[in-house]
């Protein structure tokens, strides 16, 4: 069956642009998450959403980012004034159930954002 | 939320069993170990997952002592295609948000022909 999807798969975006980035979980999972992970570090938290309500926002660097999930299906991080610190891979994953770390977390295959 | 620790990297060869191990020295009652792998250009992917004693599935095998202060990933028969990180959390079984959602750096394994 189709697995999380993300686009676009490679942004290059000037500084001081605004991005969208778009996931596609699978169908039917409650939970959605964000992470931005920086070139030879692990994954880090940014967001998390169950359904349509934004449950964490904890990890989220600065007010200039910013996510939604409207629907409880499709999910936009959006970054505003880019910056070249935003260079990074940003990762999304959906569960099936409510969170938690016994959830299996079913991972997209990011996208590569590049700041110049 | 429990620290882990892993080694950066290891290296081994095609056919050997690889070990890695994870501490995390302040592990909760209610926490679980979960191992990810990860390949270049592509999202971490599930491993398997364990709360004491031993697990194994298709894939791996997961041994966690009775003091559950570390566990080790077991990865049987290693080929060239198990060259990718592997990343260790630990965190609650219920919750949202990010209990036990903290990656680190995990262990970069190499398999060399």
């Known amino acids: 069956g189709a697995g999380v999807s993300q686009s676009p798969r490679y942004k290059v975006a000037k500084r001081g642009q605004d991005v969208a980035l778009r996931c596609d979980p699978i169908?039917?999972?409650?939970?959605l998450f964000w992470y931005q992970q920086a070139l030879g570090q692990g994954p880090e938290f940014l967001t998390y959403?169950?359904?349509?309500?934004?449950?964490?926002k904890s990890g989220l660097p600065s007010d200039r980012f910013f996510a939604e999930r409207p629907e409880g299906s499709v999910s936009t991080l959006k970054i505003q004034r880019t910056q070249q610190e935003d260079s990074a891979v940003y990762l999304c994953?959906?569960?099936?159930?409510?969170?938690?770390?016994?959830?299996?977390?079913?991972f997209g295959p990011g996208t590569r954002l590049t700041v110049l | 939320l429990a620290k882990t620790t892993q080694p950066i990297s290891m290296d081994s060869y095609e056919g050997q069993e690889v070990n890695i191990t994870c501490s995390h020295n302040?592990?909760?009652?209610?926490?679980?170990i979960t191992w990810y792998q990860q390949f270049p250009s592509q999202g971490p992917r599930f491993i398997i997952q364990?709360?004491?004693t031993k697990v194994t599935n298709e894939v791996a095998s997961l041994f966690i002592p009775a003091d559950r202060k570390s566990s080790t990933l077991s990865l049987p028969r290693v080929s060239l295609s198990d060259t990718a990180v592997y990343y260790c959390l630990v965190g609650p079984a219920s919750g949202g948000g990010a209990d036990g959602l903290t990656f680190g750096k995990g262990t970069h394994l190499i398999i060399q022909p």
């Open positions: 302040n592990i909760a009652t209610n926490d679980y």
């Open positions: 169908s039917g999972h409650v939970s």
């Open positions: 959403f169950q359904n349509e309500a934004q449950l964490d």
């Open positions: 364990g709360y004491k």
């Open positions: 994953a959906s569960s099936t159930l409510a969170g938690g770390s016994t959830d299996t977390q079913y």
